[in-house]
């Protein structure tokens, strides 16, 4: 099922009159499809990439223990899973899976527990089960370098024809898309999150993923000291209001894209001007008539 409505009418916009994170975004609508990976097939597909992206190119797992192709885990059963595929081609180029509380209890069962359980165990209290707390964790965050390489060489290829200014203008759009994938694969886990009604994401991010996110203004919250899980990783737990807020300040273009321009969680954007508003209204500002002088 799609997380986003695609309109080309709808949604394409004078370049001129965007800024480049939007068009790019833009661009990437044109090129993929965000889904929900709710039907066998997706899913079969999801697992197909993660078995391309940690058994061959990052081997985190053993491919000899998935013979089918298919890399998975007995967390997958309690999971939801996004995926991002080329239009044209229905390739997976992108997959994300959240991982939702067991029956074992609210915060049993997640992948990150067996690395960081008294971490969880002495999480804040505002952070601990309740009717306000529905966390999940954001677990198998994976983009091919091979197939994306590729199908951008398919979006290239359509721009036959085109004056050399337009291919020019299309070519770096093209290579700003390559590395704005991870933007977009948050935006779907934002998508999903919204749908499923989960809160807050539990999660174990590498230094590299760190600095990927910042660039869009997505500041993980350590909730301890990095530790060592195939790398080095940094348990994080974040409220996605917070999280979207903290955005919304400094990047409001990378909100438009996670939230689908306030379609879902608006409250970051008004809370965030609410707080502002609050924070200006402390300072009254005395007119240099008012001033009595010495």
Not at 182 to 199: F, P, R
Request: glycine share 4%; aromatic share 8%; proline share 5%.
């Amino acid at each position: 099922m799609s997380l986003l409505n695609y309109c080309p009418s709808a949604n394409q916009s004078k370049f001129d009159d965007v800024s480049e994170s939007l068009r790019v975004h833009e661009l990437f609508q044109k090129y993929f499809e965000v889904l929900e990976a709710d039907t066998t097939k997706l899913i079969e597909q999801a697992f197909n990439l993660r078995y391309q992206v940690y058994c061959l190119e990052n081997p985190f797992e053993n491919a000899s223990c998935f013979p089918n192709k298919m890399e998975m885990d007995h967390y997958d059963q309690y999971s939801i899973h996004a995926l991002i595929r080329h239009r044209d081609t229905g390739e997976a180029v992108g997959t994300v899976r959240l991982v939702r509380p067991n029956s074992s209890g609210h915060r049993h069962g997640f992948p990150m527990e067996p690395c960081c359980s008294t971490l969880l165990t002495n999480i804040p209290r505002e952070m601990q089960i309740s009717s306000h707390h529905s966390p999940a964790e954001i677990s198998r965050f994976a983009i091919s370098k091979n197939i994306r390489q590729r199908v951008m060489k398919m979006a290239s290829a359509t721009k036959a024809g085109h004056s050399e200014e337009e291919k020019s203008n299309n070519s770096r759009l093209d290579r700003l898309l390559y590395s704005h994938l991870t933007l977009e694969l948050v935006a779907a886990a934002m998508h999903l999150s919204d749908k499923h009604g989960i809160t807050h994401w539990y999660s174990l991010a590498s230094p590299a993923l760190f600095r990927i996110l910042r660039r869009f203004a997505i500041r993980l919250t350590p909730i301890g000291s990095a530790i060592e899980h195939r790398g080095i990783r940094l348990p994080c737990i974040d409220n996605l209001e917070t999280l979207l807020r903290r955005v919304y300040k400094n990047q409001p273009d990378a909100w438009n894209i996670l939230t689908n321009h306030g379609t879902i969680w608006p409250e970051s954007k008004r809370n965030y001007i609410e707080e502002s508003t609050k924070v200006t209204r402390k300072f009254t500002i005395v007119p240099q008539s008012q001033i009595a002088t010495a």
